[in-house]
């Protein structure tokens, strides 16, 4: 007898060949290629879902557009009666679209992909543990086109799993870095930078002979499979072991990490000597100043780690060498610049590196005279603690500021009004929302000025620091649309309207960005947090908690964490699962305390529960922060309205019964 679809969630398995299961783990036979090959390409699909259009291309590229689309709905027609079998429903489909049912399906790419976020050599080892072969190993569709787009996939994650790989190396004890290093060179024999890290790693365990003898495997490869000789790194790794350890390359050994993301590991910030671009030696007294002006500037913030005045160290062809410098000091980011003196005119050029992969997270130019030289510096200080701050915030999400900056005093004012708007107290928004509206008004067209602005009256509104009118509503939805009409691939930007349009009640609209925003970035964990809201304000609890479930897996631990687990809230109280909402609804207020709505929910879901001295409490709170909160203007207001009535009404009941007064 087939089960309840609603019970079945598949797991499907990619890496090594392509296999699926069912909740018990036993294997779902599928009949034919192309079913199989269906469910594949969706799940790579942003959001799961594809046109039909393009399946039939991808599937049967060697036939014309009427002939392939009835191919593919006889695939379809063969594909649904073999999971009908299982019950298992988790193909929805239109006239247009096909996709896969959200939290239908779980898969190890997924999984793996997690990798690129960890925190922790335990997390990474646990995202990696699912990369049991390449992708679609062995799997062949009968499709030409389906074959190129699955090649590249399996380039794609081979790479994420090296790199992975190789990371987790270095972060585990010699020993099991070791049995790391030999898997990398099984999985690519030929890859001359998995020899180096094994001869690191040897040598840094005392085996120097042994370490010599993978440098003469590696050159033995490198001339039998390319004719070529070592790299001038590998050679230079090789001539320290002969002459005795270089302590430059070996500190770089494998540290363990010494605390999961949950004991607060930070973020870690080298700051490098600057260079002096000039023949004039008293500028080397500016560019030390200024060193350590940034330094103590940097050190004010707590929400990294600042390892200061580090030595440059360089490659044999005089570049900067970033991986070194990294591993020997155990930071993920690099600060460095440059000054330049013309007459009386300074320029300072700083940039921030990912140690990782060594690209420039962000750069700004700044210009000075002479004469001004201390508050030139200090200047520059602030400016760079500030944009650091953002810039790392971004990275952390997984987002690249596709928006233009803007003239220098609309970035420095559009930070710093950032900066006090992730801090998320009633008094930094108000901050903020000043902060903005300067900038706005030296460049009105600006997007990330707009945008800023936008979210600052937003969350004005739902903090009590603004009044709920409309004309903030239709100021903050305005601007909000502008800033996406001048960058249409900005998820924040998108993101910031989708916040806006909930504020004004129009949650389809809400959701049709967000949606958008996930498309273009399917990592940016604030927009899947923004979308469960709303689907739980839709009475869509299912789908709330999955996108919520994907926030909090996406998302650093950092000054938004309390959004993503308000989510839950929203919609375990609109599925009733009143014990569960109250639970999560005090560490949001623990987390969040003058975020007025977290406390109304922690209001409702108290009352729900039977605990009416602590909604009482919780009303109080609300009303200390806000004096005129009433039925009447908390929802829509204060908290958009729940679409089903029925979830209205009940939200209403419990803050009624907990004490919030009617008018």
Known sequence: MPRDSSQVSLKLLLFGGFRIQDVEGKPVELTGRKGPAIIAYLARCP?????????????????????????????????????????????????????????SIMSDVQVLETALSARSGGQLEEAISVYTGPFLDGFFSGSSAFEDWAAAEREKFLTLAIGSLERLA????????????????????????????????????????????TFEACRAMLQKEFGVDVSPETKRLWQSLLV??????????????????????????????????????????????????????????????????????????????VRRIAATYNVQYLLNGSVQRVADDLRVNVQLIDSGNGHSVWAQR???????????????????MIALGIELQLTSWKVRDKSPPGGPEVRRLVNQALTKYYEMTKA???????????????????????????????????????PNTQEHIDRAVSLAEGAVKAVPDDEMARCFLAFALSTAGRIEEAIAELRHAIA???????????LAVLYALKGQTEQALHEASEALRLGPLDSTEFWRHHSIVVAKFANGDDHEALEVARKVVRMRPGFVPGALYWAAAAMATGNSEEASRAIHYCLSQIPDLSLRNVSPGFVPRYVNDDHHHRFLAMLSQAGLPAQ
């Not at 019950?87 to 679209?97: C, P, Q, R, T, Y």
């Not at 000597?273 to 330094?295: C, H, M, S, W």
């Open 366 to 384: 700044f210009d000075g005279r002479a004469q001004e030289s201390l508050e030139f510096q200090d200047r520059i200080a602030q400016s760079v």
């Open 170 to 213: 270095r972060l585990v004890d010699v020993e099991k870095g070791l049995t790391l290093a030999r898997r990398l060179l099984v999985m690519e024999p030929t890859r001359e930078a998995s020899y180096r890290l094994e001869m690191e790693l040897l040598a840094v365990s005392g085996q120097r002979d042994r370490a010599i003898r």
């Open 47 to 103: 959001g799961m879902t594809a046109t039909r259009e393009r399946l039939a291309d991808l599937l049967w590229n060697d036939s014309d557009s009427e002939h392939s689309r009835n191919s593919l709905r006889q695939a379809l027609s063969v594909l649904r009666h073999d999971l009908s079998a299982i019950g298992a429903d988790i193909l929805h489909s239109n006239k247009e679209m096909l996709g896969l049912r959200s939290g």
């Open 428 to 466: 930094s928004v108000q901050t903020a929302k000043s902060l903005a509206e300067q900038a706005l008004a030296l460049e009105p067209d600006n997007p990330r000025a707009m945008r800023t602005l936008s979210v600052t009256i937003s969350v004005g509104v739902a903090f009590g620091t603004l």
């Open 520 to 530: 273009l970035n399917p990592d940016y964990a604030n927009a899947h947090g923004d």
């Open 244 to 321: 005795g350890p270089d302590p430059e390359i070996f500190s770089s050994a494998p540290r363990r990490i010494s605390g999961d993301p949950g004991s607060g590991k930070k973020p870690s910030v080298g700051v490098l000597g600057f260079v002096n671009l000039t023949t004039e030696p008293r500028e080397n007294y500016f560019a030390k100043g200024l060193v350590q002006d940034i330094t103590t500037a940097l050190s004010q913030r707590r929400d990294y780690v600042t390892v200061a005045e580090l030595p440059t160290l360089t490659t044999e062809t005089g570049s900067l060498d």
